[in-house]
């Protein structure tokens, strides 16, 4: 393929170029059933949302781009910590929070990973070091303060984050790129570039689509990747984690993908005429899940029987996951104080309500310098 950009991957069509060669046979199943099962959920969630309306909050779908969580989920490890922005339903399966715990969030019932007050976007699951943010890019920065963490705690534990390339118009991004470059920090970062941030094309927002060659100026190592390559997105990101573990970090990935749906909720947004129905028809072409299917059903690595039965696995899931979410209870929420969910410093919550710019001494001496 010519230099990767959206422009060259509209001219080239048809992707025939996925390749199998040195990939585990059990890493490629699970890669496949991941993406399978997230199209699914997606899928039945798009298809409940309406006219039910029981879902109230604002879901951005991921339907198209399910390559980057399948690869993340299988390389992740469990200590490891995962930070997504509004886009997060495949991030938080990667992180292997349970379905059941996303769709009673959704339907904002206190069994929820939120408990039910934080919805689609803003999806947390700290149990499983999983956090999402609405904030374009609140969340990178969150990300790298848990990398300087890890790395002061000298802890092995990597920290991910996912993303769009809308993010990258943010000030803080490139704040956090700075400071992740210059203290070497554990962390990952993985630009999902699908071209759009809400109706906007990336070149009436960009002078031109060439982010990673922004972020390899800061010295972060980059590499960009045809994001429906779901072999090539993990030789990708396998390669990065191994540099990190091996040479420090940080690493910047940007993957090329597209999103089917509109920008937010089940519905169409295509009668804005913000992008072009031939460019739509190419990446769905495109189809992640089929381009893998294609090539493991060939080389005979899952047989029809395999897939329905996965399917029917599947399709157990979701539907015992809308039974969980449905039948549990709202939260009972009848005190503000209720809504501070911290359990881990219920201390520095009491001492916060204190704190008054008065108890700051300027004269005070400065903190020692971290050892880094
Ligand atoms: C600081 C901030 N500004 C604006 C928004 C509104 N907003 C929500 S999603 C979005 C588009 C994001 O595009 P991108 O980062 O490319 O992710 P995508 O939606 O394409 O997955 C915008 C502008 C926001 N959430 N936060
Ligand atoms: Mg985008």
């Not at 495949?90 to 009673?104: C, D, N, Q, T, V």
């Not at 395999?306 to 009972?332: H, R, T, V």
């Not at 911290?342 to 201390?347: A, M």
């Amino acid at each position: 393929m010519l230099d990767l950009n959206h422009e060259n991957i509209l001219k080239m069509g048809e992707y025939s170029s996925l390749s199998l060669d040195n990939v585990n046979i059990d890493v490629i199943k699970s890669l496949y059933k991941f993406m399978y099962r997230l199209r699914l959920c997606e899928q039945s969630l798009i298809d409940e949302y309406h006219p039910a309306d029981e879902m109230k909050c604002p879901v951005h779908f991921c339907v198209g781009q399910e390559a980057i969580p399948a690869v993340i989920s299988n390389l992740i490890s469990k200590d490891d910590y995962l930070f997504s922005h509004h886009r997060s339903h495949g991030y938080f399966l990667a992180k292997k929070a349970p379905m059941k715990s996303l769709f009673a969030e959704l339907y904002g019932k206190e069994t929820g990973a939120s408990g039910g007050i934080a919805g689609s976007m803003d999806l947390s699951m700290p149990s499983v070091n999983f956090y999402a943010g609405a904030i374009l890019s609140g969340a990178i920065a969150i990300a790298v303060g848990v990398a300087l963490s890890n790395k002061l705690n000298k802890s092995k534990n990597l920290v991910f984050a996912g993303f769009g390339e809308g993010a990258t118009e943010e000030g803080i991004f490139w704040e956090a790129i700075n400071y992740a470059s210059l203290k070497k920090l554990p962390i990952i970062f993985i630009c999902e570039n699908n071209k759009y941030s809400t109706y906007s094309t990336q070149l009436k927002r960009q002078l031109d689509d060439n982010i990673s060659d922004k972020v390899s100026s800061f010295g972060v190592r980059t590499n960009k990747v045809y994001g429906n390559d779901v072999i090539s997105v993990f030789k990708t990101i396998n390669a990065a984690i191994r540099d990190i573990r091996y040479s420090g970090g940080p690493h910047f990935i940007e993957a090329y993908t597209y999103r089917w749906n509109g920008h937010v909720g089940p519905e169409n947004d295509d009668l804005i005429e913000y992008r072009s129905m031939k460019e739509l028809e190419i990446w769905k072409s495109n189809d992640p899940i089929n381009i893998l299917e294609k090539a493991i059903m060939n080389k005979k690595i899952i047989s029809e029987e395999f897939k329905s039965k996965m399917i029917d696995e599947i399709k157990l899931e979701i539907n015992n996951s809308f039974k969980f979410a449905k039948d549990s209870n709202f939260p009972d929420i009848d005190n503000i104080e209720k809504l501070n969910l911290s359990t881990e410093s219920p201390l520095a919550d009491l001492l916060l309500k204190e704190i008054d710019n008065n108890d700051f001494d300027a004269n005070q001496p400065d903190a020692k310098l971290a050892p880094f």
